[in-house]
């Protein structure tokens, strides 16, 4: 199978909190095109698949999104650390921190969670990485965060 290091793939150490843009992060953790998606595309993918060549190279790809998703979660966690009442309430924080506290939930910016209909599996070689292609395409790391005009969120 593979070998799973008991660290991140990069470091994160995020030294001030902000629970604004953990908001905005964590839909690259659950939202629709975020990695759990793309993690769970790839590796139900693969089961359908004729050749072994492409079986082994959804799942190197499924578990390098897992590892994704680790590092999205740990800045999302690193940002939300240790709120003050005060914090949570100022931020907008306080909807999602009534049901999840620091916890870490796959879901979208919008507070929808993640669902499984953001991933397709047809068992069609090509229609499926087409679908593979086309999520991978629209995903936020593509985004910018801020216009030029206004300062970075991160």
């Not at 008991?6 to 470091?11: D, V």
């Not at 939202?31 to 190197?60: C, H, W």
């Not at 991933?119 to 991978?136: F, N, P, R, T, V």
Request: hydrophobic letters at 35%; glycine letters at 6%.
């Amino acid at each position: 199978m593979w070998k799973y290091e008991k660290k991140l793939q990069y470091p994160i150490n995020i030294k001030n909190i902000s629970p604004k843009n953990a908001q905005i992060i964590i839909s690259q953790f659950g939202g629709p095109d975020g990695e759990l998606g793309a993690a769970m595309r790839y590796l139900t993918q693969r089961y359908s698949q004729p050749f072994n060549e492409v079986k082994g190279i959804l799942t190197d790809i499924g578990t390098e999104e897992l590892a994704h998703m680790e590092m999205v979660c740990a800045m999302v966690h690193q940002l939300t650390r240790n709120l003050t009442e005060k914090e949570i309430k100022d931020s907008g924080f306080d909807k999602y921190f009534v049901d999840h506290t620091n916890g870490v939930f796959p879901q979208a910016a919008a507070g929808i969670p993640w669902r499984a209909e953001y991933i397709q599996s047809k068992g069609d070689i090509l229609a499926d990485l087409h679908e593979d292609l086309a999520a991978d395409a629209t995903t936020t790391k593509e985004q910018p965060l801020f216009s030029k005009a206004q300062k970075p969120l991160i």
